[in-house]
């Protein structure tokens, strides 16, 4: 059976019509080195300061140490199962943690997860942990 070059264009169009790609950009690297719950990652090109990394287990780290061909993190929680040549990903949020009165009262890790057995913390949003403090007129005054 031979095609004609009509037959062809034709296959190939309906090929292309056919092709569904589906494009995710991520910010991933690979921990080159873990020491005392700091680690060394190479490939998060992208990454910010203060930026919260993605671990496994569900774990975070926070960049710190931004040099031209890796970053430093500090691990936000256990971190003696963690490898060289695991993968991480940046997640391009700044380390923030939740607030609100339902945290009045509560013991929470340094992430804001509770640690006192007494269930999820009610928050009434997240906070950035570092912003500008407001100025002395804009304070209130203490009696």
Do not use: C, W
Not at 58 to 73: E, H, K, P, Q, T
Not at 89 to 103: D, N
């Amino acid at each position: 059976m031979q095609l004609n070059s009509t037959e062809i264009a034709e296959l190939i169009k309906n090929r292309i019509e056919q092709f569904n790609v589906v494009s995710e950009a991520r910010n991933e690297g690979t921990i080159v080195s873990v020491t005392d719950g700091i680690i060394r990652i190479n490939g998060l090109a992208d990454v910010m300061q203060g930026e919260m990394i993605e671990l496994p287990g569900s774990r975070f780290a926070i960049a710190l140490n931004l040099d031209r061909d890796s970053v430093g993190a500090v691990v936000m929680g256990p971190y003696a199962d963690l490898a060289e040549g695991q993968k991480v990903k940046g997640t391009g949020r700044i380390l923030e943690v939740p607030v609100g009165r339902g945290l009045l009262g509560r013991v929470v890790n340094t992430l804001g997860e509770p640690i006192d057995g007494k269930g999820p913390v009610d928050h009434d949003g997240f906070s950035p942990v570092e912003v500008v403090a407001p100025g002395v007129i804009e304070r209130k005054s203490v009696d």
